[in-house]
């Protein structure tokens, strides 16, 4: 089955530094890869997907980006503040016959420091 | 809309006890999934409904059971609780018949067993 790997388990950044947070997955089935953020005591929220046939997707201060050939995928956040410090889970998903088999990274605790 | 709802918030329960998780959303998702949270070893999958009527086991399904009511609720029952089950419990759903969607997740169930 399909092994996702996620590093690093934490990462504490200055504020107003960029993070970046890396994932390898190993099935080339894969094909749809979202990130969750997890504030403390709360639910995971999804803040940002790519499919496959896009290997950069941008949103204000955050960016994934994905090399099929390498299977990774990375997180980046630019000009970090103190409201993104949180966990941050990878996950890769396969869709087959009308359901999607979706499997996490362990997690990235990020802490900015102000 | 209220999304992805989950009762109770709170429980803890004596060792040998039964109790139910409840999961509802009111998005038409036709997947919806059972999660439990344990620190440091990210999201494992008890057990998915890819689809009203269908139910599968995930990664960590012994000592629970599933049942799909209808489309919108999913419940998880613990029949004789165990000290090992004490974790955080997500629900969660999603659209998988039309592709691969980012998960909604319920705000969780924090369990403990004594």
């Known amino acids: 089955g399909e092994n996702v790997e996620q590093h690093p388990s934490t990462l504490s950044v200055q504020e107003g530094d960029s993070a970046v947070i890396k994932c390898t997955y190993s099935?080339?089935?894969?094909?749809?890869f979202p990130w969750y953020k997890q504030e403390l005591g709360k639910r995971p929220q999804l803040i940002i997907d790519?499919?496959?046939?896009?290997g950069e997707k941008k949103d204000q201060r955050i960016a994934v980006t994905l090399n099929k050939t390498a299977k990774h995928f990375s997180l980046h956040i630019t000009e970090t503040q103190p409201e993104d410090s949180a966990v941050y889970f990878c996950?890769?998903?396969?869709?087959?016959?009308?359901?999607?088999?979706?499997?996490f990274g362990t997690g990235t605790k990020l802490q900015v420091i102000p | 809309n209220a999304g992805v709802t989950q009762t109770p918030k709170f429980q803890v329960l004596k060792t040998g006890q039964s109790m139910t998780l409840q999961c509802a959303q009111d998005?038409?998702?036709?997947?919806m999934y059972w999660y439990r949270q344990d620190p440091g070893m990210g999201l494992r999958l008890i057990y998915y409904?890819?689809?009203?009527?269908?139910?599968d086991k995930g990664e960590v399904p012994n000592g629970y059971n599933v049942s799909r009511l209808n489309k919108r609720e999913f419940s998880l029952r613990l029949e004789s609780a165990a000290p090992s089950q004490t974790s955080v419990y997500f629900c969660?759903?999603?659209?998988?018949?039309?592709?691969?969607?980012?998960?909604?997740f319920g705000s969780g169930t924090r369990l403990t067993v004594v």
């Open positions: 969660a759903s999603t659209q998988s018949d039309l592709g691969n969607y980012g998960y909604t």
């Open positions: 099935d080339s089935a894969s094909n749809y």
């Open positions: 790519i499919r496959s046939n896009v």
């Open positions: 996950a890769a998903s396969i869709h087959s016959g009308g359901y999607q088999k979706v499997t």
């Open positions: 998005m038409n998702h036709n997947s």
């Open positions: 409904s890819a689809s009203e009527g269908t139910t």
